[in-house]
């Protein structure tokens, strides 16, 4: 029989509310049954903690479970306690930490322990490049979801506060109690009162949840938006700016964060243009800040087109100032010493830094690794360099510890991530980006977690339902796992293995451009600078007798390094200068083990094609079609990065790509004309 039409449209509507676009990120459980909620104080925070309580319990039916607020010496920070019958903690957040906890652990089905978790990080921290116009620099994911472009882009409407929230919910699910709203290139217009005044309606809503707001803002400002002659930070009318606009803005927004500055680094104003130092300029804005419990992060990201090697230059400009810098002040240092590329050892401020708060700064937007195209998993990545052994204060100085204050007395201890997140529905660009804020947080949280622990845990609360059944244990979740745990290793085979850095083309940062080096543009922007690839060989001599950058590091690390034979082979040419037929530890000649990792890479993503396809049974049509349309262009376009170096580096090379490496199928001419992102 023939359907009447409108019981069509019905069916269509009906399908079209249940469209899955992901926005529910990790957090879509619903309750199985009541849970009675015994708490003896009451506050906006606790009202949320017994609403996700009410709105996703899944233990015994009408169990009783208390929330206590009592002082607990074992208890640090927001940490709290699990007990048979309930969560203890010192804060309020500590309780909303502790019930996502448990929810967590029930979702996942686990048995809830009786046990203390604290946070590695007193503050866990994205850092939003946002621009007050609505656009994100380094972006994937759509707009801004703080800041929007046009005459009206300062009204507040009903949907900015719905997302705010959610966007608040999913931080403090994960832990994360700090949020930057704006760009490290920040705008100036960001201490202007309209703009403070969005920043307060932000504020307001991510309070309850524990999430305080920071800002990013101009060394510059006082002239640029104060009417002062100068910037310079002993300058006492420009302190007393800095300190009636900290003011200012505590009068608005009682718990704020902080400022985050980028200074004397591409191009951003700062200190040095005035004769001062890092010191002077983050030490004068830590005293604005002292009276309201305020702290600054300083980054020390700092590069000069003169420098004989980047990768020194962080460490040369700081290392002088440690000790002088005040106690409210945090620098903010990348996890490697160049630019978040797809693989760096840890920058060497890292542990040598001892008498001054140093934070790590993670980017989860995949500025370097694919966009919001390539599936790629970064907590490895973060793994991998939390877990370096920096051997400052003797073995076990991982960088980890060099941060969470379990080796250095640091006053504040901090870690950031650049955020992912922009307007498309499923906040990331690519349902898989939303594992890498998931990680970030919970690695912020917990920094020794396992990346395996956390794709386990996120991949039950994104894809499965209440029940985990072992089929969809064998066949979704320990191959699609197994895809996530692989995925940054191809990427790095495929990109840029055995050390090779920045060889991207142009300032897109996404497809291959070993080649890339326009007339004008500073050496140190270009490919060439990095691969140094020559007839004799390839790869950047940091070596004593090179750069000398290994000499940053702490011994044994020093010598390791500075041998090709005792380098790890995965840092091989990011230290040396080798030749191409240089024997590695595979027996294999240097130019064929490239060829190798290259080949290996792509091999890798055609893999995770085919696992992807077989998991279509086991999850909803739109994230599985959605994942496999990525899924084909990271297949094109890691063949296009293969054939492009391969090409390019054999022209120097001279030797052929080995007989068990797949053809290249692009030619080297064309690819240097195309723009990647448009195949
Ligand atoms: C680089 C980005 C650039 C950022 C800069 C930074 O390409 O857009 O402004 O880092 O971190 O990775 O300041």
Redesign the pocket.
């Known amino acids: 029989m023939k359907a009447p039409v409108y019981s069509i449209m019905l069916i269509l509507a009906a399908i079209n509310l249940h469209a899955e676009d992901g926005h529910s990120l990790w957090l879509r459980s619903k309750s199985t049954g009541s849970v009675n909620i015994m708490c003896a104080k009451s506050s906006p925070a606790l009202a949320i903690a017994r609403q996700e309580l009410e709105h996703s319990w899944q233990g015994k039916d009408g169990a009783t479970i208390v929330l206590t607020i009592k002082k607990d010496k074992a208890l640090k920070g927001d940490g709290f306690r699990l007990t048979t019958n309930g969560i203890q903690a010192n804060t309020e957040s500590g309780i909303l930490y502790g019930v996502y906890e448990w929810l967590r652990l029930q979702q996942t089905g686990q048995v809830i322990p009786e046990v203390i978790s604290n946070p590695s990080y007193e503050r866990r921290i994205l850092n939003h490049?946002d621009n007050p116009d609505g656009s994100i620099?380094?972006g994937y994911a759509g707009l801004s979801i703080f800041w929007r472009e046009g005459e009206n882009g300062f009204a507040i409407t009903e949907n900015d506060k719905v997302l705010w929230q959610e966007y608040a919910r999913a931080n403090a699910s994960i832990g994360i109690n700090g949020t930057v709203l704006n760009?490290?290139?920040a705008s100036p217009l960001i201490l202007t009162s309209e703009c403070l005044e969005r920043v307060k309606a932000v504020a307001d809503i991510l309070r309850p949840y524990g999430i305080k707001a920071y800002l990013s803002v101009k060394f510059s400002s006082p002239s640029l938006i104060g009417g002062l002659e100068t910037s310079d930070p002993l300058n006492p009318d420009v302190i007393n700016w800095w300190k009636a606009k900290v003011k200012d803005i505590y009068g608005l927004i009682p718990d704020f964060g902080g400022f985050l500055i980028?200074a004397n680094?591409?191009g951003?104003p700062g200190p040095q243009d005035f004769g001062r130092t890092h010191a002077d300029g983050a030490n004068m804005m830590a005293d604005a800040f002292k009276p309201f419990g305020g702290i600054v992060m300083w980054?020390a990201?700092v590069y000069s087109p003169n420098s004989e090697d980047r990768a020194c230059q962080a460490y040369d400009e700081f290392m002088p100032f440690d000790g002088q810098f005040r106690d409210n002040v945090i620098i903010q240092v990348?996890n490697g010493p160049v630019?978040?590329q797809p693989r760096e050892p840890f920058s060497p401020l890292f542990g040598a830094m001892k008498k001054t708060s140093v934070m790590a700064?993670l980017?989860i937007t995949q500025?370097?690794l694919g966009h919001s195209i390539h599936l790629v998993y970064l907590a490895p990545m973060w793994e991998e360099f939390l877990k370096s052994e920096t051997y400052q204060e003797g073995e076990g100085s991982t960088v980890a510890r060099t941060t969470d204050g379990s080796l250095f007395p640091q006053k504040h201890t901090a870690i950031a991530g650049?955020a992912n997140i922009g307007l498309d529905a499923n906040w990331c660009g690519h349902h898989f980006a939303q594992a890498n804020w998931y990680a970030f947080g919970r690695l912020a949280w917990d920094n020794q977690l396992t990346s395996e622990e956390i794709a386990d845990e996120w991949l039950k609360l994104t894809f499965s339902d209440v029940s985990v059944s072992k089929d969809w244990h064998d066949n979704f979740l320990t191959p699609v796992k197994q895809i996530m745990l692989s995925s940054r290793e191809a990427a790095v085979n495929y990109m840029m293995p055995l050390g090779f850095h920045h060889i991207f083309a142009a300032?897109h940062?996404y497809g291959p451009g070993p080649w890339w080096a326009p007339k004008g543009v500073r050496k140190d922007w270009t490919p060439p600078y990095y691969h140094r690839a020559d007839t004799f060989g390839v790869g950047f001599d940091r070596t004593k007798s090179g750069s000398n950058a290994v000499c940053q590091y702490h011994e044994p690390l020093t010598s390791l390094f500075n041998d090709p034979e005792t380098c790890p082979e995965i840092y091989l040419l990011w230290f040396h200068h080798l030749p191409w037929d240089y024997k590695m530890k595979s027996g294999r000649p240097l130019w064929d083990e490239i060829c190798k990792h290259y080949g290996t890479g792509l091999q890798q993503v055609r893999q995770f094609q085919i696992v992807w396809d077989k998991v279509e049974p086991y999850i909803d049509a739109d994230r599985f079609s959605a994942v496999q349309s990525k899924l084909r262009k990271q297949c094109r376009h890691a063949q296009i990065w293969k054939d492009a170096c391969l090409l390019y580096f054999q022209q120097f090379s001279r030797k052929p790509i080995p007989y068990d490496i797949e053809r290249p199928v692009y030619d080297l001419d064309d690819l240097m004309k195309a723009d990647m992102r448009t195949l």
């Open positions: 490049w620099e380094r760009n490290v290139n980028k680094s591409e951003q980054r990201f990348k630019d978040f700064e980017q500025e370097y650049v300032d940062h």
